[in-house]
């Protein structure tokens, strides 16, 4: 049996089980937030064209309106200032939307603190329990934020100061970006950075670090609290938006059972 036919058949009998790892695009998907003075993304909008009627009587279908970075979303390259000449999300190479993922757990210190903050010492502990990071891989950060998903509020968890999400420190970020062996970041929040990044030095260093460097961001992600900590092969899917710094994505994880 060839090696591609031994994982159809896995799938097919569940021992390769699929997770969706990606959040339902609708008009209440929580948006991020930027000051007044800056341009807004838009809510995931559908404009209804015929549905069976006298506009097309045989068919439903839609235009739909929305951000590049609405909802479970891939972050290109240049989607960030530091990667501006480089991929945009159509010139991502296939091969670097499929690879092994790691999950790294921290729901239990979010739950006690919004603002925590993923640091280095943070992910070699976590080494030296489950083994490097992939070569070519994933750093999935489960932060338990996906059960907040349902509301805009709870979502950006915002005040006065600023929303209080959890995020990296610039030092992690710039360690992910220049030594870490991974091809990008996966989170459950609005952004791969902290809500609190933007007083940070640099400003949102997880973004300026990983889209500087060539790799990637995925956000909004939901449902890791179903996978295992290593032994997960991931598939990205965004749209391949030409000139693009993003796109929505349906992101799948594949692990074994039994």
């Known amino acids: 049996m060839s090696l591609l036919s031994t994982v159809a058949d896995a799938l097919a009998t569940g021992s390769i089980e699929i997770v969706d790892l990606t959040a339902p695009l609708s008009a209440q998907t929580p ?44 972050d290109a390259p240049n989607h960030w200032v530091t990667g501006k000449d480089r991929e945009d999300v159509a010139s991502v190479p296939p091969r670097r939307l499929v690879g092994p993922a790691v999950v790294l757990d921290f729901s239990a210190q979010v739950a006690q603190n919004p603002d925590f903050l993923l ?33 805009q509020q709870e979502f950006l968890n915002a005040d006065d100061a600023g929303p209080h999400t959890p995020g990296v420190s610039p030092d992690c970020a710039r360690w992910l970006a220049e030594e870490a062996p991974i091809v990008g970041m996966g989170v459950e929040t609005v952004g791969t950075d902290a809500g609190a990044a933007h007083s ?59």
Not at 65 to 72: I, K, L, P
Not at 121 to 150: C, F, K, N, V
Request: hydrophobic content about 40%; charged content about 15%.
């Open 119 to 151: 640091e280095v010492e943070h992910i070699q502990q976590w080494e030296a329990t489950h083994g490097a990071l992939p070569e070519g891989g994933w750093l999935l950060y489960r932060t338990g934020w996906d059960a907040r998903s349902a509301s």
């Open 31 to 74: 948006v991020i937030q930027l000051p007044p003075e800056f341009a807004q993304t838009a809510r995931f909008e559908l404009e209804e064209l015929s549905r069976y009627d006298e506009r097309g009587p045989a068919w439903y279908w839609n235009n739909f309106r929305s951000g590049e970075h609405t909802g479970t979303h891939f």
């Open 200 to 258: 940070f030095d640099p400003p949102f260093p997880c973004h300026a670090a990983l889209m500087g460097s060539g790799k990637y961001g995925l956000t909004q992600l939901q449902n890791l609290a179903q996978l295992p900590p290593t032994g997960v092969l991931l598939v990205a899917a965004p749209l391949p938006i030409v000139s693009g710094s993003g796109a929505p994505s349906r992101v799948l994880a594949l692990i074994e059972r039994g």
